[in-house]
């Protein structure tokens, strides 16, 4: 069955984002350009036809504008994580107020468990775990557990080279998969269409379906060629300060 997004839930980046985690080596973020392409991203968003809640700056938790690491947002029930680097952990507790307000189940991953859900990607009812730095066995095991209980599936998929597991892949649904790296030969993902983004923009490999378009970053013709020769209308989004962050359009959203 197709998806269809009605929400999505972002958080205004904080001005301690400066402070990010990162691995990019792209330089500090521009605190008030990030807020700008934050607007955009909303705007964007909303294009597609969601309802987006914005919620403030938590000035806490420098990595909290990636809300998709501290839930899993599916139609039955939703899962809200706990991350694998520490100080992201706390991002969890306000997050959890705010799915009550759209889910009545709501469901955890508990110690020793670690899992951030840009680790996972739905297809449908199945659900792909990457097993990675931030995502262990104990956390991909009670995801699937938790998964089993409302009637979906998952599994998982181990990761060598990046992040997270939609770091390097995309499902565009129609069974295309955007795919970059280490992804393009995983037999776990054989049986999709695959479109290789070229490694020198493999950045953009992190780009969402949403509700018809695919939302990807700007500054990657290839891949805009690639996928809208997929049929697909091609919305780019300005994402440079959050690329130093190591974060990608995915990151920015719980969309359900
Ligand atoms: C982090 O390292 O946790 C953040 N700086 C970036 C998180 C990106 N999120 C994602 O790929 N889902």
Known sequence: MKQRFKHAIVRKPCRNMVNGLTDANLGIPDYELALVQHKQYVEVLKSCGLK????????????SCFVEDVALCTPHCAIVTRPGSVSRRGETVAMQKVLENYYQNIEFISAPGTLD????????NHFFIGLSERTNKAGASQLIAVLEKYGMIGSTVKLEEVLHLKTGVAYLENNNLVVCGEFISKPAFRQYNLIEIPVGESYAANC????????I???FPVTKQLISDSGYPVIEVDMTEFQKLDGGVSCLSLRF
């Open 52 to 63: 987006v809640e914005v919620l403030d700056a938590d000035e806490n938790y420098s990595d």
């Open 217 to 219: 970053p700007c500054g």
């Open 117 to 124: 859900a840009g680790d996972v990607m739905m297809v449908g």
């Open 208 to 215: 969402i379906w949403v509700n018809g378009r695919v939302i």
